[in-house]
């Protein structure tokens, strides 16, 4: 099994572009979440999905958009990046109800210039 | 909301001990968790503990549970250079653990030789 893959691992984006960051697991989890990690503040739920076709919003979602259009994958999008958000993302599933860990992709590094 | 916080640096010489500790807000916490991130990787599950829990034991690893001042700390006997790593812990409110963890800011583990 491979996990959970993130796509692409690194990225620069201009301000104003936009981009789509894919995750995928092949786990069967119901659950798939999306983070960014900063320094000095941890690791922030953007939103996430308890299963396909739904999605949620977490801590901090405003400037993203997210879609499960498969179980297996989970989509971020950035319709107009900022600088702001130049930041690590990190990917996550999970099964629902269970004490279970949350398992971690390898995480994308966004620059926004 | 809730807030989970840590030291953000531990510096331990080889073979010493470390202690790491985080402290959370949300009283309703019923898991708690410890992650590690390697550099340039995702997260990693260690360990978690459950609220009902003062102490659990895992090898090398023994974590310390005071729900009364909702403090939580890892201990990791016989520090080793491949300790060296960011460890975050984690809070869950939800009945089942692993639903929208709020993490720490992570405590980044130094070893000295």
């Known amino acids: 099994n491979a996990g959970v893959t993130q796509t692409p691992k690194f990225r620069v984006l201009k301000t104003g572009q936009s981009m789509t960051l894919l995750c995928a697991q092949d786990?069967?989890?119901?659950?798939m979440y999306w983070y960014r990690q900063d320094p000095g503040m941890g690791l922030r739920l953007i939103h996430y999905?308890?299963?396909?076709?739904?999605?949620a919003k977490g801590e901090v979602p405003d400037g993203y958009n997210v879609s499960r259009l498969k179980k297996q994958n989970f989509l971020l999008g950035l319709e107009s990046a900022a600088p702001s958000q130049t930041s690590v993302y990190f990917c996550?599933?999970?099964?629902?109800?269970?004490?279970?860990?949350?398992?971690f992709g390898p995480g994308t590094r966004l620059t926004v210039l | 909301g809730e807030d989970v916080e840590q030291s953000l640096f531990l510096s331990v010489r080889e073979g010493d001990s470390s202690v790491i500790n985080c402290t959370y807000t949300?009283?309703?916490?019923?898991?708690l968790y410890w992650y590690k991130q390697e550099p340039g990787a995702g997260l990693q599950l260690l360990t978690y503990?459950?609220?009902?829990?003062d102490m659990k034991q895992d090898q090398r690893l023994t974590v310390l549970l005071n729900k009364k001042d909702k403090h939580l700390s890892l201990r990791i006997a016989d520090t080793q250079t491949g300790d060296s790593a960011i460890y975050f812990c984690?809070?869950?409110?939800?009945?089942?653990?692993?639903?929208?963890?709020?993490f720490g800011t992570g405590t980044r583990l130094t070893i000295i030789p």
């Open positions: 503990i459950f609220s009902n829990m």
């Open positions: 996550a599933s999970s099964y629902p109800r269970t004490v279970d860990t949350q398992y």
């Open positions: 949300d009283s309703s916490s019923t898991y």
């Open positions: 984690a809070e869950s409110p939800g009945l089942f653990g692993n639903e929208k963890l709020t």
């Open positions: 999905s308890v299963g396909e076709g739904t999605t």
């Open positions: 786990m069967n989890h119901e659950y």
